[in-house]
């Protein structure tokens, strides 16, 4: 199904020049190279434009007249659940990995928790994430941050890579996705956007709504709106962006390491918490196919946990745990169980 882990690792990164661009000059540091093809000016338009025009709405959150402690609220607690349901839930650990499994209609509601995440559609996130489980740290990894920092944190978003072509890497890491009609109609008719603005209509809508149920005026309604359209979409977003892209970037450069893994994956306790779990990456890549990636009893993984919830409520099925073989090796003994490979204690 996935192409999994990689066969080669190059040496410990250090510290680069950066060019004018603000990327790093690879092939004059010895430091790995950027994938194939790829030229810092060539800029993705589309991408670095939504990614810019998002970071700058997000700041109109702070003026006074659009600041509310509810729209605060509002934003921590859909971000809390959107990163959680929607990317690691969703497209990271049951659409790429297939750590478990679950009925139709709940799959798709996540995928559309997802989507509104403003992270590409499934078959893209699925494809550029097995991608990099495959050539994880070598020259054809998306987004391997050995490059630098910034290349793994953004910068591989917003310069054309022709190695991610969206035709070529679907055939290769993606053919399972689409052969669900919901995902294909989703790459189709601007589906994506519609959603993604939908949303923003959801945001404002309740709030405006809320506002005039409480007894405001039009203008207090728009007002507040506003404000939890701002804080509930454009902030939200953007911290879960930062969120993901850390565990892209942090987690390939620091923190400690329980496997020895053929790539520079780390766990990292400050991702891992904020993360729900995602910053347990060498972890992960150690055994992909788990949907549990805290493997010590302390490493908290709020993602796994609730993954078992949906166990017991019976939206979860086949719930992969992580190998006894895997950990054995390593000398990890997991204090708690959970999952269909779990040892017996
Ligand atoms: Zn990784
Ligand atoms: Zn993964």
Redesign the pocket.
Known sequence: MTAEMTTHRPAAAKALPLTDTGLAAPEQSGRLPLPNGVLLRRIEWPTASVILAYHLVALLAFIPWTFSWTGVIVAIIAARLSGLLGINICY?RLL??RGFKCPKWFEHTLAVIAICCVQDTPARWVAV?RR??QHADEQPDPHSPLVNFLWGHIGWLIIKNPELNRLGIYDRYAKDILRDPFYVAIERNWLQVKIILAQWAVFFGLGFLAELAMGGTTMQALQFGLSILLWGVFVRTVFVWHQTWAVNSVTHLWGYRNYQTDEDSRNNVFIGLLAHGEGWHNN?HAD?RSARHGHKWWEFDTTWLTIRLFEKLGLATDVVGPSPHVMAKAGVNMVTRGGSNTPDE
């Open positions: 990271h790429t990995h994430h990099h489980h992960h992909p």
